[in-house]
């Protein structure tokens, strides 16, 4: 089944610095990769997604490349803020096994003021 | 729109005790899922559902139950409670498959 590991477990950064998370998976058929971020005490919120057929999506300051040759994706974070300190999960899914979303382990970010 | 719900916030189990986590979503998503969140583990998939009458089995289905009878209820059941299923619980809905993933505000179990 379907594998999603997750790197690093925590990662700190100053504030305006860039943040990268990356993320592999097991399974190459897999099509889909949200990303959702979580404040502490809260419910996961998406924040941005990628499907297979794209490389690169962003929005603002928030980015997400795909290399499905390697199986693997990534996160950047440019101009970090302390409002975006929180824990932040990937995830896989493949579209035949439709409700199957797979999550990593989590990355817990904290921006140093 | 309330979302997706869950009923309890909070909940104290014994050992051997059975329950059911209730979640409802009034969105009309096909799309249905109950994940566990432990600390340094991430969200693991305990069941999920893609219709009403249509489950199967996640990562971590072991202990668990699900049932699908309606679009907008996914209940989880704790068959016979164990610590080991101390966690935080949490029930999510999508409309379809490139679709956002809303989470409900999630359920804390203690078991002892």
């Known amino acids: 089944g379907e594998n999603v590991e997750q790197h690093p477990s925590t990662l700190s950064v100053q504030e305006g610095d860039s943040a990268v998370i990356k993320c592999t998976y097991s399974d190459s058929a897999s099509n889909y990769f949200p990303w959702y971020k979580q404040e502490l005490g809260k419910r996961p919120q998406l924040i941005i997604d990628?499907?297979?057929?794209?490389g690169e999506k962003k929005d603002q300051r928030i980015a997400v490349t795909l290399n499905k040759t390697a199986k693997h994706f990534s996160l950047h974070i440019t101009e970090t803020q302390p409002e975006d300190s929180a824990v932040y999960f990937c995830a896989a899914s493949r579209y035949n096994q439709g409700g199957k979303l797979i999550f990593g382990q989590g990355t817990e970010l904290s921006v140093k003021p | 729109n309330a979302g997706v719900t869950q009923t309890p916030k909070f909940q104290v189990l014994k050992t051997g005790q059975s329950m059911t986590l209730q979640c409802a979503q009034d969105m009309n998503h096909e799309y249905m899922s109950w994940y566990r969140q432990d600390p340094g583990m991430g969200l693991r998939l305990i069941h999920y559902?893609?219709?009403?009458?249509?489950?199967d089995q996640g990562e971590v289905p072991n202990g668990y139950n699900v049932s699908r009878s309606t679009t907008e209820d996914f209940p989880l059941r704790l068959l016979s409670a164990a610590p080991s299923q101390t966690s935080v619980y949490f029930c999510?809905?999508?409309?379809?498959?490139?679709?956002?993933?809303?989470f409900g505000p999630g359920t804390r179990l203690t078991v002892l």
């Open positions: 990628i499907r297979s057929n794209v």
């Open positions: 999510a809905s999508r409309p379809g498959f490139f679709d956002e993933q809303f």
């Open positions: 559902s893609v219709g009403a009458g249509i489950t």
